[in-house]
């Protein structure tokens, strides 16, 4: 059984990357609060965010304490949900999703010279953002693109972004453009027979990683029996939120959580663009009802991060980081090692 990373503080949705030589975590700070529970997710209310780091796995962790405070950041008004952290030009982003002043989900970015902060966040968020949990990544092998993936249903918002004319927030998806529906807020997807799953998002980040390059465009996500987009009440397989992307012997790896059947799972595919196959299952459903994780390389070994609620007793919203390490087989598929 994995002990938590650390328990002084509770910690959930880690991102986890190697910078200069050493393993950083960019995770969502949880604390207590006497907000109501409900399936928007209102009680994870977080307010600031930790970094952590380590020098070798099962080492000493250091907590580098707070990095970065929402009332420090112009344009939010609360909940700060999952990071992620990505290093170009010498500089280290720290990006995040958050409510605006209007209540919308949106991306924003902070920039640091260190990679453990403290981080300096842009006035606004990204033009052209929306949803939550963003996932950067780099692709060091193929010539340093970076891409933003993003997106989360339910709490999340996504399944608010709908291809409508009228007055509101625009936002553009590929060709489409999209205005923000606040009828849809709340545990709300499509359903029914032959309906399509909704899709994370993807979109090119610009060289300075402030800005989009592209615009953001749905990622497909195939049933490998079929051939053709998961469909929307496959709950066991279609995206619900965590994205994160990685690259494993020429292959680009794709991984979220199934939300409300509680699973991590991946599918593959050819361009970070997409589309992937859908793979399998990663992780099976941990105590409490989030699941969120990351998964990288360090030391010549991989390991997948991810949370539970074991430390809180299984308070949903208290969460802790945990690691363990994954190992692929000849085929690419992965496996928790034993
Ligand atoms: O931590 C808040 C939200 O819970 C995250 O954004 C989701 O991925 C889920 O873990």
Redesign the pocket.
Known sequence: MSKPLVSHIYT??PSAHVFNNKLYIYP?HDRETDIAFNDN?DQ?DMADYHVLSMSEINGPVTDHGVVLRDKDIPWVSKQL??PDAAAKNGKFYLFF?ARDHEGIFRIGVAVSDKPEGPFVPQSNFLEGSYS??PAVFVDEEAGGEAYLYIG?IWGGQLQCWVEEEGNGNDSVCGEKKLVFDASKSGPQEPSGEGVLALCPRVAQLSDDMLSLATPVRELQILAPETGMPILADDHERRFF??AWMHRYNGTYYFSY?TGDTHFLVYATGKSPWGPFTYRGKILDPVLGW?T?HSIVEFQGKWYLFYHDCELSEGVDHLRSVKVREIVYDEEGDIHLAQ
Do not use: K, V
């Open positions: 959930a949705d969502s997710g994870y949900w999952a999703p939550i949990d989360g939120e965590a959580s989030t969120h």
